[in-house]
């Protein structure tokens, strides 16, 4: 298993800033994976962070906007930036248990964007 | 890319009642398929991780099937109370670890 802190856990942020989300692991992870869920939506899949490596980035989303940080094992920073109204939304990371493919989450972040 | 649906979206039940929800996937390349139950301000937390045709699977009250020939998997909560409200996920997983997220099912429990 694995725990993982997340932080900050709500934020009411100004059209045009940015807000940078951070997620701590209790162990050492090859890969960590940055969701959001949009209302009434499943959880989409950003990008996958890689340790030494710049991240994987699904369809649809982009380095720019969503840059990630991931400097050792344990850390990874997800940044939203210039953000607008529809980027409202609750951000996730998650690690995966590699034998069952469990997956264990942050807290989650909840994005206002006004 | 695969399709996960869940169904009903929501769903509202008499504290004490029983009920059950749906995931539906396609039945190509299945590895495993997860259940989360997800409660407001909290991390969604696993219930289920099913890997054959046929699995049952029960934690207390709370029990699913799953169906990999036809691609689907239900959840089922037997006297529903009222801290069983929340959203209920699954997932499939593909044999590259890549979990596919269904919508979810919001349950609500009415005293």
Not at chain 1, 44 to 49: R, V
Not at chain 1, 76 to 84: A, D, G, R, Y
Request: some cysteine; overall charge neutral; charged content about 15%.
């Amino acid at each position: 298993s694995a725990v993982i802190s997340q932080k900050p856990s709500r934020d009411i942020c100004q059209r045009g800033t940015s807000l940078t989300i951070q997620c701590q692991v209790d162990s050492q992870v090859t890969m960590m994976f940055w969701y959001r869920q949009q209302p009434g939506q499943s959880l989409t899949l950003i990008a996958t962070a890689n340790q030494g490596s710049e991240a994987t980035y699904e369809s649809g989303f982009v380095i720019d906007k969503f840059p990630i940080s991931r400097p050792n094992l344990t850390f990874s920073t997800l940044t939203v930036s210039n953000m607008s109204p529809e980027d409202s939304s609750i951000y996730l990371c998650s690690v995966l248990d590699r034998g069952l493919g469990e997956a264990f989450f942050g807290q989650g972040t909840r994005l206002t964007v006004v | 890319i695969l399709n996960v649906e869940q169904s009903p979206q929501s769903l509202h039940v008499q504290e004490g009642d029983s009920t059950n929800f749906t995931c539906s996937f396609p039945s190509s390349n299945f590895y495993a398929l997860h259940w989360y139950r997800w409660e407001t301000a909290k991390s969604p937390e696993a219930l289920f991780v099913m890997t054959l045709n046929g699995d049952e699977k029960k934690k207390g009250r709370i029990s699913a099937t799953l169906n990999t020939k036809e691609g689907y998997s239900y959840l089922y909560i037997k006297g529903s109370q009222p801290e069983d409200s929340a959203t209920y996920l699954c997932a499939p997983i593909r044999s590259n670890y890549q979990l596919i997220w269904g919508a979810g099912t919001k349950l609500i429990i009415k005293p």
